[in-house]
């Protein structure tokens, strides 16, 4: 080949790098806007059982990842997110995957820093359930029972209540989230929402 021809080709090969870089460039800014938005800083997260309040929790939790590591379902994760003080904490996500209130309770034993307290099934508080009945299938005359039947707390949690609707029942709800997991309309009919956590000591 030709100098001039070496030349054009470097030349053809560049253009296409560039133009390759400027069609990609949009998608990686699309991608991570994404990622911050999945957990914007003012939405309060799921804290894994046992979780201490929030202000208290970002300053003892060390991030080591043994309560990651420990959940037997896989529910928690750590948070992917540009806010410096709440990335690499743990969190529960029940459309990814919802607590089960194992019966060991690994999280709360392998916790190094005192974060996540240890507290027995009757106690746990990761959140609270809320139903929207304007989605609900029951509303449509639809004899769904699928947060019912695969909440692991039972009856003590949620029921069908005399007007055939679905209620939660506070106390008694723990918000593992099963039942947000296993609601299958889109959206989701049945959410947990984060409430106050326990207090240390």
């Known amino acids: 080949m030709a100098k001039s021809d070496d030349s054009m080709a470097h030349t053809r090969r560049s253009f296409f790098r560039e133009a390759l870089s400027r069609l990609a460039q949009p998608v990686a800014e699309y991608v991570d806007s994404q990622i911050g938005a999945y957990i914007p800083a003012e939405k309060a997260l799921l804290r894994p059982p046992g979780a201490i309040i929030e202000d208290e929790f970002l300053d003892t939790c060390v991030r080591s990842g043994a309560c990651v590591n420990s959940c037997p379902a896989r529910a928690i994760q750590p948070i992917n997110a540009r806010d410096p003080d709440r990335a690499g904490t743990p969190f529960i996500d029940p459309d990814y995957q919802p607590c089960v209130v194992c019966e ?19 106690e746990i ?16 005359a639809i004899g769904c029972r699928d947060c019912v039947d695969s909440c692991p707390i039972g009856e003590r949690a949620i029921r069908i209540d005399a007007h055939n609707r679905v209620e939660v029942m506070s106390p008694g709800c723990v918000g593992c989230g099963v039942c947000q997991y296993h609601c299958p309309t889109s959206p989701k009919s049945i959410r947990v929402e984060a409430i106050k956590a326990v207090e240390s000591g």
């Open 104 to 122: 060991t309770l690994e999280c709360m034993n392998v916790c190094p820093s005192g974060a996540l307290q240890k507290l027995t099934v009757n």
């Open 125 to 140: 508080q990761i959140g609270l359930a809320g139903v929207n009945y304007d989605t609900c299938l029951r509303t449509q």
